[in-house]
């Protein structure tokens, strides 16, 4: 049988993720996944991606749009085929039903309730290669791989800061310790995330709205806002902003960071943004519960005032926390840092590099 040539097929995947990554596409609960058929000299038959819950998966979608042309095809894919019948059916079965010759996919599916795809199309018949731009499949859904494979939703405290790491002035004043350009930028960060997490003392004292506004202050419309969780044990008021209808709202009736975690997962939330206070950040990173930290730091100096986070326990220098810093960006004139752990899913730490 003769085939498509590697390249393209690589070509190919290319443009699956292009589609898997569609403006518009809910980032949860599942996975973004394009699919691109081609015949065996390459060219395009048909083209397909999830658009969200309860629609069409990626490969069913190409298959509809090929009809009879999908026989006898290639289906390059960016997730390893789906082989469980949940809202839809399963695609492996689809593109065995179909006449596809050869599949190819990117990443593994990490979720064990719907992998195996891979291994029902071989035992039928099917030509599979899977691995072909794996790491770049993984990185599209990098929030939702986490979460499918550490049971709990992926966790980014972000923060903004002096230069002398105050998150406000002694007398609680805070806005603005950062520019415009950095408030923009976090909007753009919270469009990325599907929950929104702050504690009861932030709404009291802050009485904060959490939405994803653009850069004239408008909020977007309300279904392509995040989830607004508030964990505490305290009351807010009803009139609290967070409670609006400019955006969904949840309240968690927790103070332990891995039980609201629990719960965000269970309603299947796939990345928490955690913009609370310096309380609530010190309890998730003591509970080795954050997974990336954006710090945006201001060339202002205040003296006194609360620390970006509060105490962690630690004594000496040898005992401090040293995450990975893997980006660093100029937003004119603030700094914003990206740090993540030394290893995906492990606790805000690495070794001492000593010092003087």
């Known amino acids: 049988m003769t085939t498509a040539s590697p390249l393209s097929e690589r070509a190919a995947m290319l443009r699956a993720l292009e589609l898997a990554a569609t403006p518009g596409v809910p980032l949860a609960p599942n ?7 081609i015949d065996t000299e390459g060219a395009v ?8 819950a309860g629609t069409p998966h990626a490969e069913v979608d190409a298959l509809t749009r090929a009809g009879e042309r999908a026989r006898g095809a290639t289906a390059v894919v960016t997730l390893e085929p789906c082989n469980h019948t949940g809202r839809t059916g399963p695609c492996a079965q689809a593109l065995l039903a179909a006449g596809v010759a050869r599949v190819v996919y990117a990443q593994a599916d990490p979720n064990p309730a719907a992998a195996g795809g891979a291994a029902t199309l071989r035992a039928a018949g099917i030509e599979v290669e899977g691995g072909l731009l794996a790491e770049e499949s993984a990185a599209l859904n990098r929030a939702w791989t986490f979460a499918v494979t550490h049971g709990r939703p992926f966790v980014t405290w972000k923060f903004a800061a002096s230069l002398d790491g105050r998150s406000a002035a002694a007398d609680g ?5 950062t520019s415009a350009a950095a408030r923009r930028d976090t909007h753009r960060l919270r ?12 709404v009291l004292a802050d009485d904060p709205r959490l939405t994803v506004r653009d850069a004239d202050d408008r909020p977007l419309p309300v279904a392509e806002q995040p989830l607004r969780a508030v964990m505490g044990l305290r009351d807010i008021p009803p009139s609290s902003r967070v409670l609006d209808d400019a955006a969904p709202s949840l309240l968690l009736r927790t103070r332990d960071p891995r039980e609201a975690l629990e719960q965000l997962h269970a309603r299947e939330h796939r990345h928490v943004f955690l ?3 310096p309380r609530l950040a010190a309890a998730f990173v003591a509970a ?16 006194a005032g609360p620390a970006a986070v509060a ?4 004594t000496g220098i040898a005992e401090a926390l040293r995450p990975e810093v893997v980006d660093i960006a100029v937003l004119d004139p603030d700094v914003r840092f990206t740090l993540r752990p030394a290893a995906p899913g492990s606790p805000l730490t690495a070794p001492s590099a000593g010092g003087n």
């Open 288 to 303: 080795g519960l954050v997974d990336e930290i954006v710090a945006y730091v201001a060339p202002v100096l205040l003296g």
């Open 31 to 37: 996975p973004r996944v394009g699919c691109v058929l």
């Open 191 to 202: 469009s990325l995330s599907d929950v929104m997490l702050v504690g009861t003392g932030t």
């Open 311 to 314: 105490d962690l326990g630690i």
């Open 45 to 52: 038959v048909a083209e397909g991606h999830h658009r969200g």
């Open 173 to 177: 004043t805070s806005r603005w310790i």
């Open 275 to 277: 913009e609370g206070g």
